[in-house]
């Protein structure tokens, strides 16, 4: 069974209709990498699954259940993670308090301690600024924090939006690095990235958006070889 298997969705921002009829499955323990051009429906995409697009029709699936009538705190407590573009890092907070958030929706299954201390492990440049505001750190360790956020309820599944969008070259290196890690510890990714060629090399298949519908889908070995497909639909 699929961990994510989503049917004929639709999506409206207002009156305008971005997504037409996607259909995409990911199995447990993938990674996919969600491509195409700026304004293709990627992110459309993802908040859909997540529950925050203000109108949507067609099925989704997750982890076998239905995440159609499910807010989108309801679908964070059934494992499915979601990292937006824009980081959400709250002012004020350390990067220990960012952290903790990230556990609220565990209920207090998951030991605070235990958990912050094994993802400052896994996350060394956090580890060391865990008492520092977290919106005073770089953009890069912004972003590796609303990761770590993410992960440390350990979620089947996370959606990532354009993670390695204006972060230095080493940053995204060790970026990869964590998500071959998450990969390997059996978390699921679906990842939408407009650097294609990244994404590619970490994504076990790849599906390529266009004008809100699904056009191309293949092993991320094919795309990556296939340059006329590239340049047909994810140049910039």
Known sequence: ??????????????????????????EPGEVVALVGRNGAGKTTTIRSIMGLMPKTTGSMQFDGKDLVALKA???????????????????????????????????????????????????????????????TMSGGEQQMLAIAR???A????????????????????????????LRDQGVTLLLVEQNVEWALRLADRAVILDQGEVVYESSSEALLADKEIQERYCAV
Request: charged share 30%.
């Open 1 to 26: 069974m699929a961990m994510l298997d989503i049917k004929d969705l639709h999506a409206w921002y207002g009156s305008s209709h971005t997504l037409h009829g996607v259909s995409l499955k990911v």
């Open 73 to 135: 705190h309801d679908r964070y407590r059934l494992g499915l993670a979601y990292v937006p573009e824009e980081r959400r890092i709250v002012p004020g907070l350390t990067v220990r308090e960012n952290l903790q958030l990230g556990l609220v929706a565990s209920r207090g299954k998951i030991d605070e301690r235990e958990a912050i201390d094994e993802i400052a492990e896994s996350f060394p440049r956090l580890k060391e600024r865990l008492d520092q505001e977290g919106v």
């Open 150 to 152: 993410a992960t440390i």
């Open 154 to 181: 350990k979620p089947k599944m996370i959606l990532l939006d354009e993670p390695s969008e204006g972060i230095m070259p080493v940053l995204v290196e060790e970026m990869g690095v964590l998500f071959r890690k």
